[in-house]
């Protein structure tokens, strides 16, 4: 048996979960361990390299190219002269790949008392792993702390075909060398909206098909109905229609079955996009040998603490939370940060109000709950829905069908959600959350500064004076 090597904590992934040890880890013994993302096992993590942060440096050249049909609406004058798809990718990738590789670089030689072990992770004991290398080679270790960021990984199909058709995912899909003239994307969450935005924007014929009746069916339902139909005017959207099987065409197209309700249907297609879901990474980690057990769900159960039910061992991020998104993830490492280095003093991470947004077009925000939620939970609510076009700047942009919607307590004024749909709805979320999270009511945030007039903002202050208080 070789030597096992024992480190004081232990991190698996190089996600949010790098970013806890700093200098002041300085006096203990780390080891990262990350087995990279995608197919070229690259360190980071997934927002970096194959998620929000390439997705959104496509998502702004896409806005670009959509602007000129609205542009000559005001009287402009715009012509798309071609996208450079090429020129796209590289101009991404060559920003965001040498951060990736100095990101690995920094965690091999940059801390002398931090060792990056690269290779799949494996519980084989309480509070030890063993580490997979790509040659197969094996070490173990033991540690005091271990911390679980290890993330999740795209969902795949489970249907006939799927396997001798090459599918891509948003793991491959934004690094491929040409644009195709047709894609079918599969799936009707954040994922499929950004993508369609992206590739119809660049004059790819894009179908969507979603087996739910509307697209983002989690929002708002408002906001789910308004999207689809936005979405179906650039795009085929076809809904409620399930996955049957996969064809390889002689011409090298595939050819995508589904069944749905006017029976079966197929399209033939240059790529096929698959944006089904995320599947929590946990189960690869053997947690049992470590007596941890994974929730129905697949997550790693942690407490308000981040610590899961076996003293020192941690969870964060896709692997333990309810949502998948990196500013989650990144606040849970801070929690965890934190109790690691203060553990008499811990510190619980705030999950009462997650927003999020799609940086699709349009795009959406949203915090808290929704209509369908509040009366599925018979809560007692007002709410007020305000257009953009109905507002100055709206009004000067000429937007129509998109709107800012809030729900509210009647009584206290507290408000419970607020859903937004529009240009900039990302950033106009924004004082929502803070009222929210700082318990300021409606009157006090309408009345109690100032709206710049005539900006964007006052679509959300008109929603606020509009919601009918008791």
Known sequence: MGIVRHFDICVIGSGSGNSIIDERFADRQVAIIDAGVGPDKLFGGTCLNLGCIPTKMYVHPADLAASVQHARDLGIDLTLDGVHWRAVRDRIFGR??????????????????????????????????????????????????????????????????????????????????????????????????????????????????SRSGALLRREDEDVSRRFTQSLSERCTVRLKEHLESFEQLEDGRIRVNTVGPSGPASYDT??????????????????????????????????????????????????????????????????????????????????????????????????????????????????????????????????????????????????????????????????????MSFGLDVRAMARGQYWIHPALTEVLENALLALPLD
């Open 96 to 209: 965001i790949d040498p951060i990736t590789e100095a990101g690995r670089q920094w965690r091999t030689t940059g801390m002398p008392n931090v060792t990056l072990l690269q290779g799949r992770a494996h519980f084989s004991g309480l509070r030890r792993l063993t580490v997979v290398a790509e040659d197969g080679s094996t070490e173990d270790i033991t540690a005091d702390q271990v911390v679980i960021a290890a993330g999740s990984r795209v969902r795949r199909p489970d249907v006939p075909g799927a396997e001798e058709v090459t599918l891509h995912s948003s793991d491959t899909v934004m690094r491929i060398d040409e644009l195709p003239r047709r894609m079918v994307i599969l799936g009707g969450g954040f994922v499929a909206a950004e993508f369609a935005h992206l590739f119809s924007a660049f004059g790819v014929e894009v179908t969507v098909v």
């Open 270 to 435: 240059d790529l096929v996009l698959t944006a089904i879901g995320r599947t929590r990474n946990g189960d690869t980690l053997a947690t049992e040998a470590t007596g941890l057990e994974l929730a129905a769900d697949g997550r790693i159960p942690v407490d308000k603490y981040q610590r899961t039910p076996v003293q020192g061992i941690w969870a964060l991020g896709d692997v333990s939370s309810e949502h998948l998104l990196k500013h989650v993830a990144n606040a849970e490492a801070r929690t965890v940060q934190h109790n690691l280095l203060s553990p008499h003093h811990p510190v619980a991470t705030d999950h009462r109000y997650v927003p999020h947004a799609v940086f699709g077009s349009p795009q959406v925000a949203a915090v808290g709950l929704t209509e369908q939620a509040a009366r599925a939970l018979g809560i007692t609510y007002v709410s007020a829905v305000q257009q953009y076009g109905d507002v100055a700047y709206g009004w000067a942009m000429e937007d129509t069908g998109h709107f800012c919607k809030l729900l509210a307590d009647p009584v206290t004024g507290h408000l419970l959600g607020a859903h937004i749909i529009g240009p900039e709805a990302s950033i106009l979320i924004q004082p929502v959350l803070q009222a």
